[in-house]
């Protein structure tokens, strides 16, 4: 079952401007992640955000949470070329990670 | 760091044939999952096991078992290869329920 719904689908910026990314989901959860995936490739985890927290930072990434609008936000600040991929949020829930449909970013040079 | 690895990144099998992924972790994780990735869909679990011996159907796991007979190791197998089992088959491992999925490179399973 595809629990988060990542919006935009797709997001194409120019480098330096700053990309945001959103994330709903449906049930209650134990904590929130974001992963990026670059074309072909694996996933890689990039910062986990508990159901009890609000907002955290990892370099140029701000992760917001509003469990009563079950939402969430990526922010990554100062856009670089190496961070075009898909990202995608999966919310916890008992022993499964729930994902959604990811966005893809692009950006150009 | 952790390691997640699949046996192949790409395979090509005919229709009818079985088939098995292999997947391996070195960091002793408890879980570990399979799930298969295509366009617009995100990832669906296929099965996921939480111990050694233990597995527990995800949301898509008919054609496919699994076997998990050592800790490290989690095998999906295919028993009867479809065209609809093309795919991007994406294995994982967490050490507990609460914290950070760790993903192979992932295998591009063809179906002809």
């Known amino acids: 079952s595809q629990q988060g719904e990542e919006d935009p689908q797709a997001l194409s910026i120019q480098e330096g401007e700053n990309a945001t990314m959103n994330c709903s989901y449906k049930t209650s959860i134990n904590n929130l992640q974001w992963y990026r995936q670059n074309s072909g490739r694996g996933l890689v985890h990039l910062i986990l955000?508990?159901?009890n927290e609000r907002e955290k930072h990892s370099g140029r990434l701000r992760v917001t949470l509003d469990t009563s609008k079950k939402s969430s936000s990526l922010l990554i600040t100062a856009s670089r070329a190496a961070d075009t991929a898909s990202y995608f949020c999966?919310?916890?829930?008992?022993?499964?990670?729930?994902w959604g449909a990811g966005t893809k970013l692009i950006i150009k040079p | 760091d952790v390691k997640v690895t699949q046996s192949s990144r790409y395979l090509v099998k005919r229709t009818g044939e079985k088939v098995f992924l292999e997947c391996v972790q070195d960091m002793d994780h408890e879980n570990m999952f399979w799930y298969r990735q295509d366009p617009g869909l995100g990832l669906r679990l296929i099965y996921f096991s939480y111990d050694v011996k233990m597995k527990e159907k995800g949301d898509i796991p008919e054609g496919y078992s699994v076997s998990r007979e050592k800790k490290e190791r989690f095998s999906l197998i295919l028993e009867s290869a479809s065209t609809n089992q093309t795919s991007m088959y994406l294995c994982?491992?967490?050490?507990?329920?609460?914290?950070?999925?760790?993903f192979g490179q992932g295998t591009r399973l063809t179906v002809v």
């Open positions: 994982a491992s967490s050490s507990d329920t609460n914290t950070e999925a760790f």
């Open positions: 999966a919310t916890k829930s008992n022993y499964q990670l729930i």
């Open positions: 955000i508990r159901s």
